[in-house]
């Protein structure tokens, strides 16, 4: 990716979610140093190079998506992946959902049998 379109995306984010990514970055460098992997095997097997693996590493935002996911199977941490937007990861849209629950239900007369 062109430097300057890098850097216009990580201008836009907010900082609390600037500060997750390095926090992710740090996470996945963790797991590669403790699997004593190095940049150039892990960058190798998740099929890309060692600088975009750097950038991964540091929280860039402009590393994407498909190497995020290839670099977490590799590391064999994929398994929360799709996880991450999931309704029950996702408290504003549970309480959206259930503000849009009829407020009252109508419920039919149950049926009484005289035996």
């Known amino acids: ?62 590393v994407s998506l498909g190497t995020l996911a290839h670099v977490l199977w590799v590391l064999r941490l994929e398994h929360n992946l799709g996880h991450l937007a999931s309704l029950e990861a996702d408290p504003h849209g549970r309480a959206r959902l259930e503000m849009d629950l009829p407020q009252r239900i109508k419920r039919r007369k149950e049926a009484k049998y005289d035996f």
């Open 1 to 62: 990716m062109p430097r300057h379109l890098a850097s216009k995306s990580a201008a836009g984010l907010p900082e609390d979610v600037a500060s997750r990514l390095r926090e992710l970055g740090g996470h996945i460098r963790s797991a590669r140093k403790i699997r004593r992997m190095s940049m150039e095997a892990l960058a190798g097997r998740a099929l890309t190079n060692r600088e975009t693996l750097r950038r991964l590493e540091r929280g860039e935002p402009g």
